[in-house]
């Protein structure tokens, strides 16, 4: 496999652990791109790396770079998709990847055009604890699907002005950690929801603070997501099968589920891969895709996901000020 040259856009927690991820198996950043210079230079300095651009845009010029890592604001990454794509750039976007769907099918002709590999950045399609779990399923052991619950909850302080509540940021639970739910949902269930109800309570500043999500698809199964900014809840997926049901924690970046039984309620504990290098997965995946296996970034989910979030903004009447 091609060494790729990785860069990173935005120097926050996820571009310091995408380094870590390359550091692990005696790799580099190629580069770096911040809106604010200084913290690329600081940056740039704490992990070796030796080319910092002066403008956000060289990063887009560089001919050497093979793979961009876009972890800035969520309402900024269209503007650096759109640059991104057209230059011929592979990317891996945070999460959420763009803010609505009409965003995501731009990016997606973008890359199609330009014969390059997009996706989002989630951890849940790509930690091996999922690989395992989905062939478990595939097995037929556990029957078919009934049930889905989901909860993410944080408790974030009433600090208006933060990225979580502020809506010049595109705040709120549904971008920041629905987004888990909903692909987590997405990934165990047969097709797409095609029926959901939902409520919200907002925050003052017109983000939504909390929802509650019920979905149902063609094939009736069904699933429940329960969200919070200012309560704190378990990160709890629990999946009901005719025959047994799985729970798992913490699982945007899981390595462990446990399954009973309903028959005889004997359980069963699987664990693979480890919490820590939920980003070296992602990388790894990222790579393969290029190299021709492009279904191991799931387009398609983030698609169904996408068009899930947008549709409930719809319902809610919410908007961010780039959509008005």
């Known amino acids: 496999m091609k060494n790729y040259n990785w860069a990173t856009l935005g ?4 571009a ?9 198996r005696g790799q580099k950043l190629y580069s770096v791109a911040n809106r604010t210079h200084e913290k690329a230079v600081a940056f740039a300095e704490k992990y070796g790396i030796e080319k910092v651009y002066n403008d956000i845009d060289e990063l887009f010029k560089d001919e050497n770079v093979d ?3 876009i972890s800035t604001p969520h309402n900024t990454h269209i503007k650096y998709l759109r640059k991104a794509l057209a230059a011929g750039k592979h990317v891996l976007c945070e999460k959420s990847i763009t803010l609505n769907s009409d965003e995501l099918d731009e990016a997606i002709s973008l890359a199609e055009k330009n014969h390059v590999v997009l996706a989002e950045a989630m ?3 790509h930690m091996p604890i999922y690989k395992a779990l989905l062939e478990k399923v595939n097995s037929g052991d556990l029957g078919e699907l009934r049930l889905i619950q989901m909860n993410f909850g944080s408790y974030k302080e009433y600090n208006m002005n933060n990225r979580f509540f502020n809506r010049n940021l595109a705040g709120g639970a549904m971008l920041d950690i629905g987004v888990y739910a909903l692909s987590f949902v997405r990934m165990f269930m047969s097709s797409c929801p095609n029926d959901v109800l939902s409520q919200v309570k907002y925050a003052e500043t017109g983000v939504d603070e909390q929802a509650s999500i019920l979905l149902k698809n063609k094939e009736e199964e069904m699933a429940t997501v329960i969200l919070s900014l200012h309560a704190k809840q378990p990160k709890r997926g629990t999946i009901s099968f005719d025959k047994g049901y799985v ?9 462990e589920a446990k399954i ?5 309620g004997h359980c069963e504990t699987i664990s693979a891969g480890h919490t820590k290098d939920a980003l070296l997965y992602e990388v790894e995946d990222m790579e393969k895709a290029i190299e021709g296996d492009k279904a191991l970034m799931h387009l398609d989910y983030t698609k169904d996901v996408m068009k899930i979030m947008t549709d409930i903004r719809k319902s ?9």
Request: with cysteine.
């Open 11 to 14: 120097c926050g927690v996820i």
């Open 16 to 24: 310091n652990e995408l380094a870590a991820a390359l550091k692990s």
């Open 67 to 69: 793979i961009i890592y």
């Open 123 to 125: 951890t849940i399609f």
């Open 247 to 255: 729970e798992i924690f913490e699982y945007p970046r899981g390595m």
């Open 260 to 264: 009973t039984y309903t028959a005889d």
């Open 316 to 324: 809610w009447g919410m908007k961010y000020p780039e959509e008005e």
